[in-house]
T-cell receptor, first 118, second 115 residues
């Protein structure tokens, strides 16, 4: 079974600064997807960024980028120019690829609470 | 976009009653919907996968008779917590996706409090 580990329960960053959230995972599959979701106090899960394992290029979405190290099974999220609205719980998640014939189940880490200080 | 609506957003009820939660995909047809449970300060745990027109697939440890799931149309899935007890109090979140492998879009969640 796949597992996702987020070793930082809480992180804080100054507004306009950069912060990196860590995520490691364990799997025996070769093809899969990795996600970062944001959950603000409103509780809705919002997809921040997605990475396909077969793509070597790191995904980027505006101020959000990932450092995907497949061999190390590491998938960190970098938030640049942090804004007050970035404050939220951030969850790293894993999902098997369709090619693996597995479940579409999302396996989540325990989350990292990000505080942005003005 | 891909909007998923969940209703109600918050419900408080007495122990022993049954509670129904709706999950709707507003602007797309969802052949599959997912139901998650989230305890305070915890991660989301998948409870079941709901496929339109067929029986739901439950994760290990989830009681089928306790958590009834119906996916009668391509835009609606319901989760009924039967004979709810205080230990069922939690945050329940649904997600929906168009076709296999497509990203899941989440609803706003339902906070269930059983007194």
């Amino acid at each position: 079974a796949q597992t996702v580990t987020q070793s930082q329960p809480e992180m804080s960053v100054q507004e306009a600064e950069t912060v990196t959230l860590s995520c490691t995972y364990d799997t025996s599959e070769s093809d899969y997807y990795l996600f970062w979701y944001k959950q603000p106090p409103s509780r809705q899960m919002i997809l921040v960024i997605r990475q396909e394992a077969y793509k070597q290029q790191n995904a980027t979405e505006n101020r959000f980028s990932v450092n995907f190290q497949k061999a190390a099974k590491s998938f960190s999220l970098k938030i640049s120019d942090s804004q007050l609205g970035d404050a939220a719980m951030y969850f790293c998640a894993y999902r098997s690829a369709a090619s693996q014939g597995g479940s579409e189940k999302l396996v989540f880490g325990k989350g990292t609470k990000l505080t942005v200080n003005p | 976009g891909a909007v998923v609506s969940q209703h109600p957003s918050w419900v408080i009820c007495k122990s022993g009653t049954s509670v129904k939660i709706e999950c709707r995909s507003l602007d797309f047809q969802a052949t599959t919907m997912f139901w998650y449970r989230q305890f305070p300060k915890q991660s989301l745990m998948l409870m079941a996968t709901s496929n339109e027109g067929s029986k739901a697939t439950y994760e290990q440890g989830v009681e089928k008779d306790k958590f009834l799931i119906n996916h009668a149309s391509l835009t609606l899935s319901t989760l009924t917590v039967t004979s709810a007890h205080p230990e069922d109090s939690s945050f329940y979140i649904c997600s929906a996706r168009r076709t296999f492998g497509q990203p899941q879009h989440f609803g706003d969640g339902t906070r269930l409090s059983i007194l």
